[in-house]
């Protein structure tokens, strides 16, 4: 054997480790998310019935009676896949931190200590801004969004035909995961502009020149991720800014933190 096949097989060992490690995280984060999946199936109506709970407090807002609040569904299967993704959703939140610490092992190795430890408090972070997100669909926009659509039904006096909502399962769950995922993902702005400031790919200066162009950004993105109606969409856009805002003023404190290491830097360099 030559000395250049020595060297491919040095090289390529360390590729199947790397292959070997990946496909062991990756069967432990599917084995989490496919145990979460199999029992929010199995208590797929139980969920289901408490994400119906803001719909309910819509109704009471609107005027009726919550007890009285109703979605049908128009198909056979339409009830038994909304549970296959009710089970989904919530069988990929609650293996989320299983795969992210799986995610976190395999990456792990190739950091220096500085840099784990740097990482480790995002890794909490992104998954509680999360859940804010989440809860502030769940107890505050979702009853808003529906509470304005119930606004419009007509009750059938004076003359009028009665219009009623009645929501199909499907679309109401639909819009509930899409305002939770949206809102969930925008809490992630500081994570991901603290990260990118660390880097260096963004600053404070240039975050802080850039926010008139963000507020725009912002609205842009809630009319094309939420209902087309104006309470979801400001009540997207708003929270986005203030998170901006937030982004701008972490990515300042990590100018600050980066200049002050300098600062200690340098009088040990001149010393030596």
């Known amino acids: 054997m030559s000395h250049s096949d020595d060297e491919i097989d040095k090289s390529s060992a360390p590729l199947i480790e790397h292959l070997i490690e990946l496909r062991r995280r990756l069967i432990w984060a599917l084995l989490a998310f496919f145990v979460a999946f199999l029992g929010c199936f199995h208590f797929g109506k139980q969920l289901f019935n408490l994400l119906v709970i803001p719909y309910q ?21 339409e009830f038994f896949f909304t549970q296959v993704k009710i089970a989904m959703f919530g069988g990929l939140v609650i293996a989320f931190p299983v795969i992210a610490s799986q995610v976190y092992k395999f990456v792990a190795p190739g950091l220096y200590r500085n840099e784990r430890m740097a990482f480790l408090p995002f890794l909490i972070a992104s998954p509680i801004l999360f859940l804010m997100g989440g809860a502030l669909v769940y107890f505050f926009f979702t009853p808003m969004v529906m509470w304005f659509f119930l606004a419009m039904q007509q009750q059938g006096v004076a003359g009028e035909v009665q219009i009623s909502l009645l929501p199909k399962v499907s679309e109401y769950l639909s819009l509930i995961m899409t305002l939770i995922f949206a809102f969930g993902l925008v809490f992630q702005l500081p994570v991901v502009a603290t990260l990118l400031a660390r880097v260096g790919l963004v600053g404070y200066e240039g975050m802080k020149s850039k926010r008139k162009y963000a507020i725009v950004i912002a609205f842009v993105v809630a009319a094309v991720i939420t209902p087309p109606d104006p309470v979801s969409q400001i009540g997207l856009a708003l929270p986005t800014i203030l998170l901006y805002e937030i982004s701008i003023w972490m990515a300042r404190l990590v100018e600050r933190k980066r200049e002050a290491t300098k600062t200690q830097a340098s009088p040990s360099e001149l010393s030596s």
Do not use: E, S
């Not at 009676?65 to 299967?77: G, H, N, R, W």
């Open 57 to 77: 407090w819509a109704v009471g807002w609107a005027g009726f009676d919550p007890a009285k609040a109703q979605l049908i569904y128009t198909a056979p299967q």
